[in-house]
Antibody, heavy 120, light 110 residues
Framework: EVQLVQSGAEVKKPGESLKISCQGS????????MGWVRQKPGKGLEWMGI????????RYSPSVQGQVSFSADKSINTAYLQWRSLKASDTAMYYC?????????????WGQGTMVTVSS | QSALTQPPSASGSPGQSVTISCTGT?????????VSWFQQHPGKAPKLLIY???KRPSGVPDRFSGSKSGNTASLTVSGLQAADEADYYC??????????FGGGTKLTVL
């Protein structure tokens, strides 16, 4: 079974750092682009960017460029989303989503989401 | 890139059909045949319904169909069922491996 399993919920203070994870299984992890999607409470989906685990090539949405970083460890089939200094406005549910092989719009497998709460 | 434009809400009675629109620009929806649709039930992760404008992943009922004309894509849900009540999002490729989502449409089954 193809699946993505994300790390658990986090509660952090402003200014703290954080790294959340997304582990894939049941497919060739290195060969599929992995996207990250943010959903703030009560709001819609926002595409943050994408990483190719095979070589860590990444693209960032202008809205998050410089605020977050993507990484991947293909030896353990895991992608990461990292913040160096969290803000209250980073409070959201974060999803990883696999992009279908050679399909530019088909995010076909989603993780269960990681809720990040940033509050003093 | 700006979010694609969707109506905030749509509704229909069981058995009826409803169509949700998604308007972008020539830089996204109009420029590529890469428009997808996602269904999200409360508290759940999104689910891919349609990709490449008209294609359905295996397991998605053919009651869900997609189309596109110019800068506007549409999702039609036929034979509405109570389980179709959810939020629906369109997504479009915008070049350089980017994706842009619509603001979402809340579908109510009356």
């Amino acid at each position: 079974e193809v699946q993505l399993v994300q790390s658990g919920a986090e509660v952090k203070k402003p200014g703290e750092s954080l790294k959340i994870s997304c582990q894939g299984s049941g497919y060739s992890f290195s060969s599929y682009w992995m996207g990250w999607v943010r959903q703030k409470p009560g709001k819609g989906l926002e595409w943050m960017g994408i990483i190719y685990p095979g070589d860590s090539d990444s693209r960032y949405s202008p809205s998050v460029q410089g605020q977050v970083s993507f990484s991947a460890d293909k030896s353990i089939n895991t992608a990461y989303l990292q913040w160096r200094s969290l803000k209250a406005s980073d409070t959201a549910m974060y999803y990883c989503a696999r992009r279908g092989y050679e399909k530019l719009d088909a995010y076909d497998v989603w993780g269960q989401g990681t809720m990040v709460t940033v509050s003093s | 890139q700006s979010a694609l434009t969707q109506p905030p809400s749509a509704s229909g009675s069981p058995g009826q059909s409803v169509t949700i629109s998604c308007t972008g620009t020539s830089s996204d929806v109009g420029g590529y045949n890469y428009v997808s649709w996602f269904q999200q039930h409360p508290g759940k992760a999104p689910k891919l319904l349609i990709y490449e404008v008209t294609k359905r992943p295996s397991g998605v009922p053919d009651r869900f169909s997609g189309s596109k004309s110019g800068n506007t894509a549409s999702l039609t849900v036929s034979g509405l069922q109570a389980a179709d009540e959810a939020d629906y999002y369109c997504g479009s490729y915008g070049g350089s491996n980017n994706l842009v989502f619509g603001g979402g449409t809340k579908l109510t089954v009356l």
